[in-house]
């Protein structure tokens, strides 16, 4: 059984442009929620999405942004690049929304490593 | 919202000796506790959870403690490995959101 894939592993941008990133939940998932991970802040929640619509949204700029596509792969954008935004993106996917707050846990991807120069 | 505190950020044990992590939460209301476990160039892993209706909890060599009145609750590891090298996080649930800690680098020497 496949797990959670992030495309790319690796990105490089510069101040001010945009970028996008992909993720495939394992198959039969159909919740997607991201992740900004950063030294000394731990996992701080962006949205989780499912059935195409956002179900919950993090505490993160309007720059930031998803969505969710019928066979439930999902995508986040980020607008206006800053040098506070390089991190590692993680994606994680469960059956349910709301599932790996109540038991069973996420099943993360190995994330995405965005470095902004 | 939720708020959880995680100590130490870092702990070096040798091996064969015990690890304990301790985290804090600010939701009295907060009631599902898991442990992620993530080793380098991968993601997060669950490892272990626990319940507010439930005080303790073990799996071979790890086990989890959870304290409602003090809102603080913990993750011993036994006799550790050089696998057990890696970052752990701490959460806290309420209301279907999950709060993470901000992690603790394990190392365990040889």
């Known amino acids: 059984k496949a797990g959670v894939t992030q495309t790319p592993r690796y990105l490089i941008k510069t101040r001010g442009q945009q970028v996008t990133l992909s993720c495939s939940p394992i198959?039969?998932?159909?919740?997607v929620s991201w992740y900004q991970q950063t030294p000394g802040q731990g996992l701080q929640f962006l949205f989780e999405y499912f059935s195409e619509t956002q179900r919950n949204k993090g505490n993160f700029p309007g720059r930031f942004s998803g969505r969710q596509f019928s066979n439930s792969r999902s995508e986040m954008n980020v607008s206006t690049l800053e040098l506070g935004d390089s991190a590692l993106y993680l994606c994680a996917s469960s059956s349910q929304p709301g599932q790996a707050s109540v038991g069973g846990g996420y099943t993360f991807g190995s994330g995405t490593r965005l470095t902004v120069v | 919202g939720e708020n959880v505190e995680q100590h130490p950020s870092t702990l070096s044990v040798q091996e064969g000796d015990s690890a304990v992590i301790k985290c804090t939460y600010s939701?009295?209301?907060?009631?599902?506790f898991p442990w992620y476990k993530q080793e380098l160039g991968k993601g997060p892993q669950l490892i272990i959870d626990i319940r507010s209706n439930v005080g303790e909890k073990k799996d071979q060599r790890i086990a989890v403690t959870l304290n409602k009145t003090a809102k603080h609750f913990s993750l011993h590891i036994t006799e550790t490995q050089p696998e057990d090298s890696a970052v752990y996080f701490c959460?806290?649930?309420?209301?279907?959101?999950?709060?993470f800690g901000a992690g603790t680098t394990v190392t365990v020497r040889a």
């Open positions: 959460a806290a649930s309420r209301n279907y959101k999950l709060s």
């Open positions: 939701d009295s209301a907060s009631n599902y």
């Open positions: 198959s039969g998932h159909r919740s």
